[in-house]
């Protein structure tokens, strides 16, 4: 699965029931073919500033996203899934949106190693 695409895939939820719902592919995992996804909300007021981004109908990379109306792209809800669990790809994001992702990430994990050190 190609990083940066928006695909559709079933999800666990808080209740345990699942949920399809789309999804960011942040990065192949090694080996097995496995993603590393963010969940996709439309739910605006989940956002956590300095951490989620928002893609709205303005933006250049919202018509090739597949989403149909402004979503909000959560790197507090990450998920591993193989392959085969993905049901479709949707759209894409722009590369520039997906390096923010990633580095606000990587940022993330960084500060809580030297927090933890």
């Given at each position: ?15 345990g ?15 097995y ?13 989940q956002y ?49 949106r997906?390096?923010?992702l990633?580095?606000t ?7 809580l ?5």
């Amino acid at each position: 699965m190609k990083a940066g695409s928006v695909i559709l895939a079933s999800f666990q939820q808080a209740d345990g029931r699942r949920k399809m719902r789309p999804a960011l592919v942040l990065c192949e995992m090694p080996k097995y073919n496995d993603s590393l996804l963010c969940g996709i909300s439309s739910q605006l007021h989940q956002y956590v500033e300095g951490f989620d981004e928002i893609i709205s109908e303005q933006d250049v990379d919202f018509t090739t996203s597949g989403l149909v109306k402004s979503s909000l792209i959560r790197l507090g809800f990450l998920a591993v899934l193989p392959e085969k669990e993905i049901v479709g790809i949707i759209g894409s994001i722009s590369a520039d949106r997906h390096r923010r992702l990633l580095d606000t990430l990587s940022n993330y994990f960084q500060r809580l190693s030297k927090n933890n050190s």
